[in-house]
Each structure stands twice: as C-alpha cells, then as structure tokens.
T-cell receptor, first 116, second 117 residues
C-alpha cells in the first residue's frame, strides 16, 4: 500500500510553544519524494518543502524544521516559537510512481490552531 | 504576477446545470492537475495533463471533462451538477510529471469553491 498518515487531526497550542506535526508514510518505491504544504484559513495551498528519499539531512528554514527518518518512514515538521499566523491545516504528501508518471498521495492534514 | 490562477473563485449553481472552471499557469510548466477538496479537507487528484495529453485520470464520473487547449491552460467542465459535487476545486501545475524518475513540486491555484444547491 502507498499511503500517508497524519495521526494528529487537530493540535492546539499557545503562541511561542514549539509544535511537531507527525507524518508517517508507506511506499514500495525505492525512490520517492516527500512534501509539506500549508493551507491557511484563506484557503490557498502553499508549498513548504520537498525532500527526496536519498537525502536524509534535516532541513531548517527560519522557525520551520523537518526531520526525515527513513528507518521509521517518517517526515515530521516542527514549528519553533509558534505564532498565530502559523494557524493552518498542514498536509504531508508522498510522490510515487503511477504507471509511467508520478503522482502525490496526500495525508488527511493536521489542523493547527495557535492561540494568543 | 499570479503563477497559477483560477476563475471563478466562487461558483454557486443549481443541480443539473453545466459549469466550467478555468485554470491558467504562467510558470512555463508542462504538467497541470485538477484536485477536489471535500468538506473534510481531503485532497483527491482528479486529472493530470502533460503537454496537453491526459496522463492521470482517477475514478471520476464522466460528467467531469478536462480540456487543455495548450500547456498553459487546463479547464474543467462539469455536466449535470449534483449536490455531491460541492467542494473546493484546485488547479495545480508542475514542471514535468512524466517519467518515473522524479516528482516535481506542484504549485496550486487559489481554488474555486463550488456550491451546488
């Protein structure tokens, strides 16, 4: 099976707290890609990061960081010192083979509420 | 400059009507997509076109017909609209999704909220 599991449906934190959003994936592909997207209340889908399966280096971008662990098939996302503007639904997605093409398998999303 | 644009942003219509949603990208990408996001935020791919050629066609009713006049445009026409078609429809594009060796990043339009009454 090829799937993405975001076990946390909703998370609520107080501003300045650190928060980690979990993403666990399953795939039979040996080469694959992982993505995180943000969907703020305004509704658009914003690309955050792409990672390929050969690159297990952790990534940091400002207050955002990503921890890719192939051994546990996880690609977790941490927001440090959360802010109200971080309130959004966050999606993890897996890029897999679809015949001769590729497509994204999406998680169900984690809704993050950051309260002042 | 808007990278991926969709019109209209909101569409309210009666059951049984036919409607279209337009999508344009100015990123020079070869591949375009249509997704449906239901009320629980579940994202489901519907179609994908690469250079005007259909490459992904998920299990979608025949009432939905995509049309790609050129690689910068992918329109979605829906016949005989049903209540269950109410959702947000997203258009997206990526550099090239053909071939099995890479997955390019998909960039999304702002979405079209379709309400069928």
């Amino acid at each position: 099976a090829q799937k993405v599991t975001q076990a946390q449906t909703e998370i609520s934190v107080v501003e300045k707290e650190d928060v980690t959003l979990d993403c666990v994936y399953e795939t039979r592909d040996t080469t694959y890609y992982l993505f995180w997207y943000k969907q703020p209340p305004s509704g658009e889908l914003v690309f955050l990061i792409r990672r390929n399966s050969f690159d297990e280096q952790n990534e940091i971008s400002g207050r955002y960081s990503w921890n890719f662990q192939k051994s546990t098939s996880s690609f977790n996302f941490t927001i440090t010192a959360s802010q109200v503007v971080d309130s959004a639904v966050y999606f993890c997605a897996l890029g897999v083979n679809a015949g001769n093409n590729r497509k994204l398998i999406w998680g169900l999303g984690t809704s993050l509420a950051v309260n002042p | 400059d808007t990278a991926v644009s969709q019109t209209p942003k909101y569409l309210v219509t009666q059951m049984g009507n036919d409607k279209s949603i337009k999508c344009e990208q100015n990123l020079g990408h070869d591949t375009m997509y249509w997704y449906k996001q239901d009320s629980k935020k579940f994202l489901k791919i519907m179609f994908s076109y690469n250079n005007k050629e259909l490459i992904i066609n998920e299990t979608v009713p025949n009432r939905f017909s995509p049309k790609s006049p050129d690689k910068a445009h992918l329109n979605l026409h829906i016949n005989s609209l049903e209540l269950g078609d109410s959702a947000v429809y997203f258009c997206a594009s990526s550099q090239d999704a053909s071939g099995a060796w890479r997955t390019d990043t998909q960039y999304f339009g702002p979405g079209t909220r379709l309400t069928v009454l």
